[in-house]
């Protein structure tokens, strides 16, 4: 179980959220976050530079994940948030120790939303299937 959490820009969050969800990818936390990623804009003064450290407005998005999501979800990410300018986020992956559903009691793997890694790799097949046909492969 990895916990993953990602910083991503706003204006992609409908893209992300899109791309978690065909990668079946459902349980998500989602908040408005500011953040600084490293830029430093130089403001001139009477005497001197001074830098500032700006803060942006992002989003963040945590998702615990089993196993078998973890790749999917990292995945779905790089293909929905990037824009290839500076400042489009970061993914963070974690360990995780211990997850308890509340309501049950269940722990871990169980614990998570339920875990359909079939969907995920007959996604996976499709569209590896797709990329063939479109590549000139016959139709079996
Ligand atoms: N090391 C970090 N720790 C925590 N949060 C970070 C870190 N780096 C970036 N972030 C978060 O991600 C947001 C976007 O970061 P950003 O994409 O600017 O990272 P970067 O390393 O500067 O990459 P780039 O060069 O593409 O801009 C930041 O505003 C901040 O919220
Ligand atoms: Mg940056």
Redo the contacts with the bound molecule.
């Keep these: 179980m990895k916990l993953i959490t990602t ?1 991503v820009r706003p204006e992609r969050l409908p893209d992300v959220k899109a791309a978690l969800f065909q990668a079946g990818v459902t349980g998500i936390t989602l908040s408005r ?7 430093q804009e130089i403001v001139s003064q009477y005497r001197g530079t001074t830098v500032v450290m700006e ?2 407005e ?1 989003v ?1 998005i945590e998702m615990a994940c089993s196993e078998p999501f973890v790749e999917p979800c990292i995945k779905a990410i790089l293909a929905s948030a990037r824009t290839g ?6 993914i ?1 992956v974690q360990p995780i120790e211990r997850v308890i559903r509340i309501r049950t009691g269940e722990v871990d793997n169980a614990a998570l939303t339920a875990v359909n890694a079939a969907a995920v790799q007959r996604a996976a097949l499709e569209s590896a299937h797709h990329a063939g046909v479109s590549a000139g492969e016959e139709e079996p």
Excluded: M, N, P, Q
């Excluded at 300018?85 to 970061?90: A, C, I, L, T």
């Design positions: 910083i976050v500011s953040g600084h990623g490293g830029e803060f942006h992002k963040k300018e500076v400042g489009d986020g970061k963070f």
